[in-house]
């Protein structure tokens, strides 16, 4: 079974720092997600890697499969990052996808 | 395109009786995934079906049950509830089942809010 860990549990950040959010595995896996939930529950899927580096605006996934972690990046953090992110794998031996804990947000103006 | 919807979105029943959650991905996703998400356990994979077949489960009892159709709109099932099924269900559709080595986007329906009294 893949356990999953993330860190911080939770981060309260001014606006505008950079924000380092990390997932270790302890299983190879076929992909990992990095998923973001607003309160209320809505989860939107942010990246989805096997390998190297992926950019989306001001949010930055990388993956050191030999490592087994990942990381998230906020650069130019604004209150509007404020949420839970969570990191989530496929594969390694397991059904589905298996969750970490999340790390819970806070971008303070 | 329209997103995942859910359905019902808010849901309280009492133990002992059973539920049907309903969940229509977006249009042309095949595969659809069950989340079960509580505060103590966080997100839990429930089971994943693809073209009408269930392709994977978690590791939950088998009051737990769903099924999909031939449109692809899934429903879950739980029967003889518990307190502790009180929680939010998620589902989530892709073009792919989420097998090893397919790394296709999951987009997330709103999530059914179910209370158990």
């Known amino acids: 079974k893949n356990e999953v860990e993330q860190s911080p549990q939770n981060l309260t950040a001014q606006e505008g720092e950079f924000i380092t959010i990390n997932c270790s595995y302890s299983?190879?896996?076929?992909?990992l997600h990095w998923l973001q939930q607003h309160p209320g529950g809505g989860i939107v899927s942010l990246f989805m890697?096997?390998?190297g580096k992926k950019k989306h605006g001001r949010l930055i996934a990388t993956i050191n499969i030999q490592e087994k972690h990942s990381s998230l990046h906020i650069t130019a953090s604004h209150p509007r990052d404020s949420a839970v992110y969570i990191c989530?794998?496929?594969?390694?031996?397991?059904?589905?996808?298996?969750f970490g804990k999340g790390t819970h947000l806070i971008i303070q103006p | 395109k329209a997103g995942v919807t859910q359905t019902p979105r808010y849901l309280i029943k009492t133990r002992g009786q059973q539920v049907t959650l309903s969940c229509s991905p977006i249009?042309?996703?095949?595969?659809v995934s069950w989340y079960q998400q509580t505060p103590g356990q966080g997100l839990q994979f429930l089971f994943e079906?693809?073209?009408?077949?269930?392709?994977n489960k978690g590791n939950f009892p088998g009051r737990f049950s769903g099924r999909q159709f031939s449109n692809s709109r899934s429903e879950m099932n739980v029967s003889t509830l518990e307190l502790g099924d009180s929680a939010l269900y998620l589902c989530?559709?892709?073009?792919?089942?989420?097998?090893?080595?397919?790394?296709?986007?999951?987009?997330f329906g709103p999530g059914t809010r179910l209370t158990v009294l």
């Open positions: 079906y693809f073209s009408e077949t269930q392709r």
């Open positions: 249009s042309g996703h095949r595969s």
């Open positions: 989530a559709s892709s073009q792919v089942p989420l097998l090893a080595g397919n790394t296709d986007t999951q987009y």
């Open positions: 989530a794998v496929t594969g390694g031996g397991a059904d589905g996808l298996t």
């Open positions: 890697l096997s390998s």
């Open positions: 299983v190879g896996i076929s992909a």
